[in-house]
């Protein structure tokens, strides 16, 4: 049995798996998404922007990263991050030290990397292997959702670390809920062409007014995650919405694309 627990602390959410089995050998894995509280930027990337890809100063960014690795005392030479191009490649990583490059999922079984990606609106998806001790993170935007970066992430760890999917856990994290997030008809239509594996009409309503669609990027991973393997039990939704917690998150959508980044972190300790 596991126990799922979300922390709030003043900087970041942290994703809480705690093994009742005690199977797995004693080591643990930390999981967790950062907010906007608790750096050092100024004006619309207040307070904790960990993402280059914005305006910001590069040196307060730099400090947000160095805070927050910090608290787990890590090095910030130890975090390892890829340039997200909302595609569906994925990288392992064994060592710190090499830029992952151009990809959309980053997975290790080492103790010496911390993984990052960056979010404001996309949504997160954690994995984590308590038999095999494998963690990983993929950027799932509606891009990815589409190109089944879900499946792809189970599929690639299977191979990579011999992972058993009904052992494994995901949590999804902090995304744009199907509150805000509206699409034209070509965007609704690309997920029913292209995700024939689960019944995704169900996560596509039509918005109040007008020719838009309102789409649940969070279930449909869900249904992905399941039907790549995944047992419900063992799969955890942080049901916010990054465009809707103003005081919590930035929001591509919400900010018109002049916002900070969130940091999903996952590494063994
Ligand atoms: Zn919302």
Known sequence: MV?????ETQKYFKYNFENKTGNNSGRKVEMLFTTKRGGVSDG????????????????????NRAIVLNDFNFG???MTSSD???GTGL???EDAGRDAGECDGLFTDSREVVLAMFFADCTPVFFYDPVKTAVGLSHAGWRGTCGDIATKSVRFMKER????PHQLMAVIGPSIGPCCFETGEEVAAEFKEKLKNIRVNEYIKAAPAGAKFLIDLKSINRELLKAAGLEDKNIF???VCTACEKDLFYSYRRDRGDTGR????AFIV
């Not at 126990?3 to 922390?7: L, M, S, T």
């Not at 670390?161 to 058993?164: F, G, I, N, Q």
């Not at 969130?262 to 972190?265: C, D, E, G, K, V």
């Open 3 to 7: 126990d799922f627990k979300i922390i």
């Open 91 to 93: 990288r392992a990583v």
């Open 237 to 239: 939704v942080h049901d």
């Open 84 to 86: 997200q191009v909302h």
């Open 161 to 164: 670390y011999r992972s058993e």
């Open 44 to 63: 619309i990337y207040s307070s904790l922007n960990m993402g280059y890809s914005t305006d910001d100063s590069k040196a307060s960014i730099y400090k």
């Open 262 to 265: 969130m940091a999903a972190l």
């Open 76 to 78: 910030i030479d130890k």
